[in-house]
């Protein structure tokens, strides 16, 4: 059984960071394309990164080029979110995703991604 465990949410403050990690089990995870996507209330579940099964490319959402940095340790089955410079406006749920289909990172939609977690909080207060 596929699971994905997000951790390192939580309620920071406007220019801080946090670094968001995503736990694999139940796949071959060095081969899968991994993802971020984040939702926030009322809005649309919408791409944040991406990093392919190497970690040799990344892709960003426009809004967090430069402040978030997607990475991912394939001997720990696990991919990180760095976000610095925190913004209200990346207030959300964000939640992992996994592709077994190798999509590829600058594929920014949801229907690239098979399996997902259960996604974490972050709030950022202004």
């Known amino acids: 059984q596929v699971q994905l465990a997000e951790s390192g949410g939580g309620l920071v403050q406007a220019g801080n960071s946090l670094r968001l990690s995503c736990a694999a089990s139940?796949?071959?995870?060095?081969?899968?394309?991994m993802g971020w996507f984040r939702q926030a209330p009322g809005k649309e579940r919408e791409f944040v990164a991406a990093?392919?099964?190497?970690?040799?490319?990344?892709n960003y959402a426009d809004p967090v080029k430069g402040r978030f940095a997607i990475s991912r340790d394939n001997a720990k089955n696990t991919v990180y979110l760095q976000m610095n410079s925190l913004k209200p406006e990346d207030t959300a749920v964000y939640y992992c995703?996994?592709?077994?289909?190798?999509?590829?990172?600058?594929?920014?939609?949801?229907?690239?991604?098979?399996?997902w977690g259960q996604g974490t909080q972050v709030t950022v207060s202004s």
């Open positions: 139940g796949l071959p995870f060095s081969t899968c394309p």
């Open positions: 990093i392919n099964a190497r970690g040799t490319f990344v």
């Open positions: 995703a996994a592709s077994r289909n190798r999509a590829s990172v600058y594929d920014t939609s949801k229907n690239a991604y098979d399996y």
